[in-house]
């Protein structure tokens, strides 16, 4: 638990520079689940022989399904952090059995607010970025259960 009158982010150890990660290998079964949950049923994300006609030259999986790894790299950071913003750029197409690592990144704090900006990058086993953006999450003090 916090003390009282010390800052949340001072408190919780967040700073810039605090890094939080999360690595998945993202299986057909993520991309079928994903599908019927959002709605979305692309057939660039479903159907193999449409997608090999356009010129991701086959499947992809679908671009919102790599931002929630970066919202499970978040809720690694110390305390309980809340989206209130994200921007993304798409850079390259991840694949079915791609293992994607999600990074998070402190780039600057409001300690008064508990409000952080968090550089968030998205890459793949070849080190390459697929998406790079930045957040911003408003931190609260864990409740106790």
Do not use: W
């Not at 982010?9 to 689940?33: F, N, R």
């Not at 402190?106 to 930045?134: A, S």
């Amino acid at each position: 638990m916090a003390e009282r009158n010390v800052p949340i982010l001072k408190s919780l150890g967040i700073e810039v520079g605090t890094k939080a990660y999360h690595t998945k290998t993202i299986t057909e079964a993520d991309v079928l689940s994903f599908a019927d949950v959002s709605g979305d049923f692309n057939p660039v994300h479903m159907s193999e022989e449409f997608a090999r006609k356009t010129s991701f030259g086959g499947r992809i999986v679908h671009g919102v399904l790599i931002l929630g790894l970066i919202s499970a790299a978040i809720a690694k950071l110390p305390g309980l952090a809340v989206y209130m913003s994200q921007t993304a750029t798409f850079l390259k197409p991840v694949r079915i059995g791609d293992s994607i690592t999600a990074t998070a990144e402190v780039i600057d704090t409001d300690d008064i607010k508990g409000i952080i900006q968090v550089r968030t990058i998205c890459m793949n086993t070849n080190n390459e970025t697929i998406v790079d953006g930045e957040a911003r999450i408003k931190i609260f003090e864990q409740p106790s259960l």
